[in-house]
C-alpha cells in the first residue's frame, strides 16, 4: 500500500509524511512549502501557488493573506490538474479544501483508489458558523475570510471522500451532526515530538501561578473568556501570570487593544519549538478555551511536558482526557475557566496530580507522529481492502 499526501500548505502533513516514509508507504508528497527532508523523488513543490501566495506572506494585512491563502486556490488546482498520479498510489490524502482536483485524478485512473478527506477542523458547517458568531458578539463588521464557493467545495469534497480523518471527538461528532456517516469517519489523534516535548520534574513547577496558551489569538479559540477570566482571578492572587504565545489575528485585533493593558498578561511572538518545550515546563498549566478547534498540537505538547490542562471539548481534549484527568470546561464561559484556575491556585498538591495524570493520558514518550502514521497505515488497509471487495462485487454484476 502506497498514500500520496497533497494539499496546499503541509501544516502538519509534512510529519505524516516523513513518518509514512519511514514505514515504506509514503508514494509521495505534493505542497507548496519546501521540502524538509523527504527524498527528492517523493517530493514535489507547487511553485505555481507558493508563488502566488508569497507577496502575501510578507508585506499583506494578515486579513488579506488569510483570504488570499483561499482565493489562490486555482492554482493549486492547475497544477494538480498537469500532475499524472503514481502507478503505486493505493491512498490519496488531502487536508480540507485541497482535495477537489487530486479526487479527479484517483477517480479518473479507473483503479480503486482509498480518497481521505482530511478535516483539520470541524464540519465546514460547523466552523463557519461558530466563527462567524464569535466574530459577530466580539468584533462586529468582521467576515469569515473563506468565501462560499471554498465552503461548497469542502461539503462536496466530504460527500465524495471514502473516508473522513478526523482528529478528534469533537471532529467526529461534528461530521456526524452534519450527516456524515460514522462509519465513514476514521478518528485518530495526533502524535508529537518526543524528542523537543518530555515530561518535566516535579522541582519546574513554578511557586506562583503562571498559565499558559499558544496558538493565534483569534475569536474562535476563546482568547476573549481566557481573558476575562483572568482578570478576575488577578484581583484575588497579586502575583498570577498568564503568557500568550502567538499572532494576533484580525478578527481580535480590536479586542487585544482593550486586553493588551491587563496587569500581569503577557503576550509573545512565537518561538521556536525548543524554546516552546522550556518554557511549558515553566508554567502551572495549560488552557486552551476553543470554541471549535480540530485538535491543537500545542495540547498534545503541553500534554507531553506533563502540564495540568484546562481546556474545552471542542478543543479536542475529550479525544484524551476526561474530568478525572484534566479540567473539560464549557465552551464560552469565562466563570468556568475562571474557577478551574482557581482552583489549581489553591491547591498545589492538584497541580501536579493533573499533570501527572495528563502526561499518562498522553501515552509518554509512545505517542509520536511514527506511532500516529503507523494507527492510520492499518485503518487504510482494512478500509482500501474493504472498499476493493465492494468493488469487485460491483464489477461482477
Request: glycine share 8%; with cysteine.
Amino acid at each position: 500500500m502506497k498514500v500520496l499526501i497533497s494539499g496546499m500548505a503541509s501544516w502538519h502533513m509534512d510529519k505524516t509524511a516523513a513518518s509514512f516514509e519511514k514505514l515504506g508507504i509514503l508514494s509521495g508528497m505534493w505542497v507548496s512549502n519546501k521540502n524538509r527532508g523527504l527524498p527528492s523523488g517523493k517530493y514535489k513543490r507547487i511553485w505555481p501557488y507558493h508563488l502566488g501566495m508569497k507577496p502575501f506572506y510578507h508585506v499583506a494585512p494578515a486579513y488579506l493573506e488569510e483570504e488570499m491563502r483561499w482565493r489562490n486556490l486555482w492554482l493549486y488546482d492547475c497544477w494538480v490538474r498537469r500532475q499524472e498520479l503514481p502507478a503505486d498510489v493505493d491512498v490519496v490524502q488531502c487536508p480540507m479544501g485541497s482535495c477537489s482536483p487530486v479526487f479527479d485524478l484517483a477517480e479518473a485512473s479507473g483503479r480503486t483508489i482509498l480518497k481521505v478527506f482530511e478535516a483539520m477542523n470541524g464540519h465546514p458547517t460547523t466552523q463557519r458558523g461558530y466563527w462567524q458568531r464569535e466574530a459577530d458578539i466580539h468584533s462586529p463588521g468582521f467576515r469569515v475570510p473563506v468565501g462560499e464557493k471554498v465552503w461548497s467545495r469542502m461539503n462536496r469534497e466530504i460527500h465524495r471522500a471514502d473516508c473522513v480523518l478526523c482528529p478528534s471527538t469533537y471532529v467526529m461528532e461534528s461530521m456526524v451532526a452534519n450527516g456524515v456517516s460514522p462509519e465513514k469517519c476514521l478518528l485518530n489523534h495526533f502524535g508529537s515530538d518526543t524528542s523537543l516535548f518530555f515530561k518535566r520534574e516535579k522541582e519546574d513547577i513554578p511557586s506562583f501561578p503562571k498559565f499558559i496558551i499558544t496558538g493565534n489569538l483569534t475569536v474562535r479559540k476563546g482568547h476573549q473568556y481566557l481573558f476575562l477570566a483572568f482578570q478576575k482571578l488577578v484581583e484575588q492572587y497579586p502575583d498570577a501570570e498568564l503568557h500568550v504565545y502567538g499572532g494576533i489575528r484580525p478578527d481580535f485585533r480590536p479586542l487585544w487593544e482593550k486586553w493588551k493593558t491587563c496587569p500581569h498578561l503577557y503576550h509573545h511572538a512565537s518561538v521556536s519549538q525548543q524554546e516552546l518545550a522550556r518554557r511549558l515546563a515553566s508554567c502551572t498549566a495549560f488552557i486552551l478555551p476553543s470554541l471549535e478547534e480540530g485538535f491543537a498540537r500545542s495540547l498534545l505538547e503541553a500534554m507531553a511536558v506533563g502540564l495540568p490542562i484546562i481546556a474545552t471539548h471542542e478543543s479536542g481534549a475529550t479525544t484524551l482526557l476526561d474530568g478525572r484527568s484534566a479540567r473539560i470546561i464549557p465552551a464560552a464561559d469565562a466563570e468556568a475557566i475562571y474557577r478551574a484556575m482557581k482552583e489549581l491556585c489553591d491547591n498545589p498538591a492538584l497541580v501536579h496530580r493533573l499533570g501527572e495524570q495528563a502526561y499518562a493520558a498522553f501515552g509518554g514518550s509512545e505517542n509520536t507522529w511514527e506511532a500516529y502514521a503507523g494507527r492510520l497505515a492499518e485503518a487504510y488497509r482494512e478500509r482500501l481492502e474493504r472498499l476493493r471487495e465492494s468493488a469487485g462485487q460491483r464489477g461482477s454484476r
